[in-house]
């Protein structure tokens, strides 16, 4: 029979420099057996939820976190036992998961444990916990999070404890009662965000029915459950009476503000504002919409205005750079990541469209569809919330018509698209009624100086006011 030894898997640093994660739930529990790249639990970031896949096949030995608790990158989370031998993948990394270390089953395991990058894994200097390997679980576990034995009690990593030596299955300790089951036999269907409120007001989802498509349960079957509005999703509130509610400041709010805080105090913010007559995108927008080429896509104001972006920063570059204070240089942007701010039910983050410079409109309106929708769902990528080089906000979705944003750290400009509205304007010296929006550009003064401002301001109001005005930029 095959050694078996233990493994551990430390929480991986999901996103570019992130130091924590909070871990929302377990979807495994001690004993039971994993495949390789299955997922054991569900992580928030302060950019995202993410879902994280075992890095091994094996068997669950322990959880040392419990569901709600922050964790700092590098801390273990999870112990594995698993054959010595590597059968069916056990014991090695998943393969092509980022920052995985390049060791193998058989290097030593005194090799230095790589704590960052997601997929790292660090030998466990003991032997396997007693316990016989369990069955395969679909319901997460419902008991308390059981802690690993003390280092002190065990051999040393070179020591491996045969199969035979542990202890038959009745000495471990008994496993937690499955969760109650609906008559599918099948533990409820949601996505994480919902997940996550049902968790936050309280509320056990066996006992949701849900309305969605093939049982799907949706945030307002919770709501409606719970009896409570919609303005509670998210919060967690740690102390609350008659007269006020105390929030924890963690995940997407704590991150939002520590980044608004830095970029208001670092950068010099400069604001441009321009109100321009749009009535000829929106015919535009009204024919594309009838067009064939564009059936099935969402158009809106926001796809011509991006589109409009990119053109005007072709002559305007500079809204396109960096401020490098470590190395004391401007980096200019030779591409374009164009981040669009979306407000979710776990706050506000401006995941990105890469490289949008090469994206035609219906691409582009394809990738504005599916960033919206998938940052809404709770579910970006924390690589899309990253590595953006210039940013729309679309405050007219809200009736807003001009605002000053704040620049997100990194970037030189955002640019604030106000409400359509009709109003009177002048046309050929006559009064009409128009179409009309107003345009809001905060730029970083240490990058940009005024008349570049000022003339990407005007070159995107030229467009959005005419769109054929771009045969002359191009």
Known sequence: MSATMIKEFRLPDLGEGLTESEILSWK?????????????????????????????????????????????????????????????????PAEGAPGQGSGTPDAPAKREPNLVGYGAVVEHSGRPARRARGQVRTEPAASPVQKQAPAETQAPAETRAPAETRAPAETRAPAAPPAVEHESGERPRSTPPVRKLARDLGIDLE???????????????????????????????????????????????????????????????????????????????????????????????????????????????????????ERQEIVQFNYVNLGIAAATPRGLTVPNIKDAHHLSLRELAERLSELTDTARAGKTAPAELSGGTISITNIGVFGIDAGTPILNPGEAAIVALGAVRKAPWVVDDQLAVRQVMSLSLSFDHRLVDGEQGSRFLADLGAILADPAMVLTMV
């Open 28 to 92: 495994v529990a001690v004993g039971d057996t994993v495949t390789l790249n299955q997922v054991i639990a569900e992580v928030e970031t302060a950019k995202a939820v993410v879902e994280l896949p075992s890095p091994f096949a094996g068997v669950v030995a322990a959880l040392h976190e419990e569901p709600g608790t922050v964790v700092e990158v590098g801390k273990p989370i999870v112990s594995f036992e698993v054959d010595d031998a590597g059968a069916s993948n056990g014991g090695k």
């Open 207 to 325: 006992q949701v029915t849900g309305t969605g498509a093939h049982g799907l349960i949706t945030r307002e079957d919770v709501q409606n459950f719970a009896g409570k509005p919609a303005d509670v999703a998210g919060a967690v509130p740690a102390r609350s009476d008659d007269r006020e509610t105390r929030t924890p400041i963690k995940g997407v709010r704590k991150f939002t503000a520590a980044a608004m805080v830095q970029s208001a105090f670092t950068a010099p913010h400069v604001t441009e504002f321009l109100t321009v007559d749009v009535t000829p995108t929106m015919e535009l927008l009204a024919r594309l919409k009838a067009n064939r080429a564009f059936d099935g896509l969402k158009l809106t104001p926001l796809t011509i205005a991006a589109k409009a972006v990119l053109i005007a920063l072709r002559n305007n570059p500079t809204l396109n750079s960096r401020w490098d204070g």
